[in-house]
């Protein structure tokens, strides 16, 4: 069965830090792309980054490039995402979830989320 | 960046009834297009992928159309359970973006 499950959201300061983690099962995980998708309080899905299944090429939101960093580590079947610079507007629900092929970028698989508050 | 409108912003049906839900691409996306399903506190849930193909275990209650820039999601015979919001989505470059949604009421 294929799970994904995230962890590492709470609560930070504005400028702050986090490493959300991507804990992944079921499935060949360097075979297939992977993405972060959030959602704010009341609001749509807004694509965050994605990965390809190697690693080796990454794609960035306008409104995150420069301030996150998506990377994997197929030896341990996880997924991060490092948010650095954090701002108010970041506060949502973090969703992982797995690529449909290595380098197809809709998603089949999600986890239910975790939640990142930014607040002073 | 590829801005994806979805319409009506909300529709109001009947269980039985059928849905027809737009989605339009600021420029073509080819049929790199997929729509999902996100029921009240839960994660969203793929529905259609390449505009037109049913993601495993998908009944064929829905279905999708389009290519280009116009797209279509129909849904026949709604179900107390399709109450959700539904999002398209295009992966033909990155960003790959979500459209706003279209919300769905079962009454």
């Known amino acids: 069965e294929v799970q994904v499950l995230e962890s590492g959201g709470g609560l930070v300061q504005p400028g702050g830090s986090l490493r959300l983690s991507c804990a992944a099962s079921g499935f060949t995980f360097s075979s297939y792309a992977m993405t972060w998708v959030r959602q704010a309080p009341g609001e749509g899905l807004e694509w965050v980054s994605a990965?390809?299944?190697?690693?080796?090429?990454?794609y960035y939101a306008d409104s995150v490039k420069g301030r996150f960093t998506i990377t994997r580590d197929n030896s341990k079947n996880t997924l991060h995402l490092q948010m650095n610079s954090l701002r108010a507007e970041d506060t949502a629900v973090y969703y992982c979830?797995?690529?449909?092929?290595?380098?197809?970028?809709?998603?089949?698989?999600w986890g239910q989320g975790t939640p990142v508050t930014v607040s002073s | 960046e590829t801005v994806l409108t979805q319409s009506p912003g909300t529709l109001s049906l009947s269980p039985g009834e059928r849905a027809t839900l737009s989605c339009r691409a600021s420029q073509s996306v080819s049929s790199y297009l997929a729509w999902y399903r996100q029921k009240p506190g839960q994660a969203p849930r793929l529905l259609i992928y390449?505009?037109?193909s049913r993601a495993t275990g998908i009944p064929d209650r829905f279905s999708g159309s389009g290519s280009g820039t116009d797209f279509t999601l129909t849904i026949t015979r709604l179900e107390p359970e399709d109450s959700a919001v539904f999002y398209c989505?295009?992966?033909?470059?990155?960003?790959?973006?979500f459209g706003p949604g279209t919300k769905v009421d079962i009454q």
């Open positions: 989505q295009q992966y033909g470059r990155s960003p790959f973006t």
């Open positions: 990965i390809s299944g190697s690693g080796g090429t990454t």
């Open positions: 390449g505009a037109s």
């Open positions: 979830a797995k690529g449909a092929q290595e380098w197809s970028y809709y998603f089949d698989y």
